[in-house]
């Protein structure tokens, strides 16, 4: 296993169209989150799943974006009707309960034309 | 959550110790001190983290100050590899998400 895994590494869509990410976390670790980061600014936490229960949800994450983690093992970030204000970039990052350490993925980068 | 204050950016000689300061004056008795790097275009990093006392592992030093409102990030021997943002960031014992906050850019030269 070499980590967390996003993928694709860079998206580019037309304003208005859906987009789907995907997340492969260290294959053991039980919790996942999402987080993005705008450029100068650092990672803001968007959600948290412990297994596939989705626990947490933060305010940042609109009506038009949704998670899921089947099964408890790879999860799908999707963002429906982009907008421009939701170029940023996506990260995944996982861990094992009981532990501190986050492991991050290298992103998705979305770009809103 | 209670906040922290980190300089905007530093700057260090390669094969220099350097030392990353983090004020937390709200801090509460359950909040782990972390401390997270990100490099240009990577995901960030685990580096560290403690509660009271100093901790040292194979990247880092963390050294907490006595009444827990200020911390440090000690990088022992700088190399430009440790050109980064660095977090600093406050998670109580029971909490998962990290609040990063803006961090400090640490510029390294050689």
């Known amino acids: 296993d070499t980590g967390v895994s996003q993928d694709p590494r860079h998206k580019i869509t037309k304003r208005g169209q859906n987009v789907t990410f995907r997340c492969d976390p260290i294959?053991?670790?039980?919790?996942l989150y999402w987080y993005r980061q705008t450029l100068g600014q650092g990672p803001e936490f968007l959600t948290y799943?412990?297994?596939?229960?989705?626990?947490?949800k933060s305010r940042l994450l609109s009506d038009r974006f949704s998670a899921e983690r089947p099964k408890g093992s790879f999860s799908t970030l999707e963002i429906q009707r982009t907008e421009q204000g939701d170029s940023a970039m996506y990260l995944c990052?996982?861990?094992?309960?009981?532990?501190?350490?986050?492991?991050f993925g290298q992103g998705t980068r979305l770009t809103v034309v | 959550d209670a906040k922290t204050t980190q300089p905007n950016s530093m700057e260090s000689n390669e094969e220099e110790p350097v030392h990353l300061p983090c004020n937390h004056s709200?801090?509460?008795?359950?909040?782990?001190i972390h401390w997270y790097r990100q490099l240009p275009s990577q995901g960030p990093e685990y580096v560290i983290h403690?509660?009271?006392s100093n901790v040292n592992n194979r990247m880092a030093s963390l050294a907490i100050a006595e009444d827990r409102k200020s911390s440090t990030l000690i990088l022992h021997r700088a190399t430009l590899r440790d050109a980064a943002v660095y977090y600093c960031?406050?998670?109580?014992?029971?909490?998962?998400?990290?609040?990063f906050g803006k961090g400090t850019s640490l510029l390294v030269t050689p």
């Open positions: 990052a996982s861990s094992l309960q009981g532990y501190t350490e986050a492991f």
């Open positions: 294959s053991e670790h039980n919790r």
């Open positions: 799943f412990q297994n596939e229960a989705q626990l947490e």
């Open positions: 709200t801090i509460s008795g359950t909040d782990y």
């Open positions: 403690g509660l009271t």
């Open positions: 960031i406050l998670r109580a014992n029971s909490g998962y998400a990290l609040n």
